[in-house]
């Protein structure tokens, strides 16, 4: 009896003494991205009646509106379409299990993670430089973006393939060609179709704030409507990038899932044997027909690329070139995004843990509860933090504060969605045998669920940590403080020796993060 006090006694202890720990980390970087209760609190009435402004959508906005929702799908799809195509064939030189050789594989891995890390509005900065303000500098920006997301995506789904099935093939006297052309290309080539609409959705997200550094689509205009206080064209806005991203995403599930489990069935061999002759052309000529399209839809003249190119080789050179004398504002805006993430990642994650509970069909007080809160959820998930991050501009004023909130807000909408689906998948036996001992609905999350879905919580923290350390990159473009607020100004001011020691500081800190948290995910497992 006395053994089982000490262990409640200490397990209480315990338990207080992380609480503990968590309010004094949580308050430490509450300080360092300047949260101050009595600023958030004055700069809520100038938000309230921001919304309230966006409450009257301008409804004869629409024709400009939808002009420039195109150029951004179209930006979107065309820049998916050619990074997936790029990919293709560098994932067969990079992937382990098949690299013709392990060394060069090694080094462009390398390289092409050091790129992975350039968030895409960094990206498209630089490219409006280089090539002018316009969607070409757009498209560019996410083709680096989505050849770098379906590239990494390739080479696991590669390294995946069974080493039996690859030996099989080899034992039979098949050259590395043969390997490929029956047992790698078919594999990949049916998975090609789910990594374009992952990279889609990816990149639809990102078109839309694109605009913000000149480089075309639907956030060109939304950041003029911001400037010149236009909230009824912003609301406009808003509405209707919502719809888009809704649908893009609903139909980017529903493709996936049919081509997961579609398989063509033959019904004798003749069958067959048309098809893999019909496959033979159809699928160059599809491939060459995406190529066309997506060339055609760059809106670049010959004379403006070349001297681009000239530009590109130019900056690149003095971007080598390294200047550390900024290696203190580098350290400087480097913590403050750092502690960013950090805020944002914890302040998400704990209010995560409540909306799940509430969001969660098996968890939630009531039906209609959780139907609500998984609208809201849904909204919150799906704007970038960016746009979030201009409306506590217009609240609490430049600084990292604008940031905290914003990505602590876009975090809590994309953990509750993940979270909640876990708790929806949970095993239903832990939960029903708390609950047959009389105790609550919330007894039976805190005391059953909770504990046993902790560690995939964690997890999921983690990725999103890894995930914020990037956003927080870029919130400095519109002055929601960190590294991207000097990195901005040294972009617009063609400091490219700065650029490039910026570029490889916050580089060199995403590698960090990324594989402390691919260790504690480790741990956590």
Request: one cysteine or more; glycine letters at 8%; proline letters at 2%.
């Amino acid at each position: 009896m006395n053994s089982l006090k000490n262990y409640t006694a200490k397990n209480r202890l315990h338990k207080s003494l992380y609480f503990l720990g968590a309010i004094i980390i949580l308050i430490f970087l509450g300080f360092k991205v300047e949260f101050d209760f009595i600023r958030l609190y004055k700069g809520i009435p100038s938000m309230i009646d921001l919304f309230v402004r966006m409450l009257k959508p301008n409804t004869s906005y629409g024709v400009e509106v939808f002009d420039k929702l195109n150029e951004t799908i179209q930006i979107a799809i065309v820049s998916s379409i050619i990074g997936v195509l790029l990919a293709l064939p560098f994932s067969l030189f990079i992937a382990n299990n098949i690299a013709p050789n392990k060394y060069i594989g090694t080094i462009l891995s390398g390289v092409f993670s050091f790129f992975r890390t350039i968030p895409s509005l960094i990206w498209a900065a630089i490219l409006v430089s280089i090539f002018s303000i316009g969607k070409f500098a757009g498209i560019i920006a996410l083709t680096i973006i989505a050849f770098l997301i379906s590239l990494k995506l390739f080479r696991e789904y590669i390294e995946a393939i069974n080493e039996n099935q690859l030996s099989s093939i080899r034992s039979v006297g098949a050259n590395a060609i043969q390997v490929l052309r029956y047992c790698v290309l078919p594999y990949i080539s049916e998975l090609s179709v789910s990594i374009f609409f992952i990279v889609l959705e990816t990149n639809i997200r990102s078109a839309t704030i694109l605009g913000l550094v000149g480089a075309g689509g639907i956030g060109q205009i939304m950041w003029r409507d911001l400037n010149h206080l236009r909230y009824d064209n912003l609301s406009t806005l808003i509405l209707v990038l919502f719809l888009t991203i809704l649908i893009i995403d609903l139909l980017s599930l529903f493709v996936r899932k049919y081509f997961i489990k579609k398989t063509i069935r033959f019904r004798d061999i003749n069958t067959y044997r048309r098809f893999k002759v019909f496959k033979i052309f159809y699928v160059p000529i599809l491939v060459i027909l995406l190529f066309l399209f997506a060339f055609s839809s760059l809106n670049i003249t010959y004379d403006r690329f070349v001297l681009g190119i000239a530009q590109g080789k130019n900056v690149i050179l003095r971007m080598v070139r390294v200047d550390i004398t900024c290696f203190s504002k580098l350290i400087e805006g480097i913590l403050e995004s750092f502690f960013i993430a950090i805020f944002a990642t914890i302040v998400g994650g704990l209010l995560s843990l409540i909306f799940s509970y509430l969001t969660a069909y098996n968890t939630s007080p009531h039906k209609g509860v959780s139907i609500f809160l998984k609208g809201i959820i849904n909204i919150l998930r799906t704007f970038p933090p960016i746009i979030t991050a201009i409306i506590f501009f217009r609240g609490v004023g430049p600084g990292p504060l604008a940031g905290a909130m914003a990505l602590s807000i876009y975090t809590t909408g994309v953990l509750t969605k993940m979270y909640s689906e876990v708790l929806e998948s949970g095993e239903k036996n832990i939960q029903n045998s708390i609950i047959t001992t009389g105790a609550t609905n919330f007894q039976s999350y805190r005391h059953g669920l909770l504990p046993h879905t902790f560690s995939t919580f964690v997890s999921l923290a983690l990725y999103r940590l890894e995930s914020n350390i990037r956003n927080s990159t870029i919130l400095g473009v519109i002055g929601a403080g960190g590294i991207g607020t000097t990195l901005a100004m040294n972009i617009t001011w063609r400091n490219w020796e700065k650029v490039g020691f910026l570029l490889l500081g916050i580089s060199i800190m995403v590698i960090i993060i990324d594989k402390l948290s691919q260790y504690l995910r480790k741990i956590f497992a």
